[in-house]
């Protein structure tokens, strides 16, 4: 059975960090890219991060960009998502997901992790 288990959300002052994880199990995620979305209340799924299974390409979301940085250790089948300089419109629940390509066609989820801003 696929998991993946995300971890390190929480409570955190605009300006603050948090670091993400993610761990995978149950097959092998070789060649599997591996990235994070986030969905704030009354809004859609949106993309967030994503790296390719070597980690040498790596994408970000304009509002992102130059804050958080995704990160992973295959080994582990772990990923990361260093998030840096939190906004309060950061807030919402990150979700990990795991698919054959960027493009997202049917990816494997994790069950989310909650992250709140406060101003």
């Known amino acids: 059975q696929v998991q993946l288990v995300e971890s390190g959300g929480g409570l955190v002052q605009a300006g603050g960090s948090l670091r993400l994880s993610c761990a995978a199990s149950?097959?092998?995620?070789?060649?599997?890219?591996m990235g994070w979305f986030r969905q704030a209340p009354g809004k859609e799924r949106e993309f967030v991060a994503a790296?390719?299974?070597?980690?040498?390409?790596?994408y970000y979301a304009d509002s992102v960009k130059g804050r958080f940085t995704i990160s992973r250790d295959n080994a582990k089948i772990t990923v990361y998502l260093q998030m840096n300089s939190l906004k309060p419109e950061d807030t919402a629940v990150y979700y990990c997901?795991?698919?054959?390509?960027?493009?997202?066609?049917?990816?494997?989820w994790g069950q989310g992790t909650q992250v709140t801003v406060s101003s």
């Open positions: 997901a795991a698919d054959r390509d960027t493009g997202w066609v049917r990816p494997y």
């Open positions: 149950g097959r092998t995620f070789s060649n599997y890219a």
């Open positions: 790296c390719s299974w070597s980690g040498g390409n790596r």
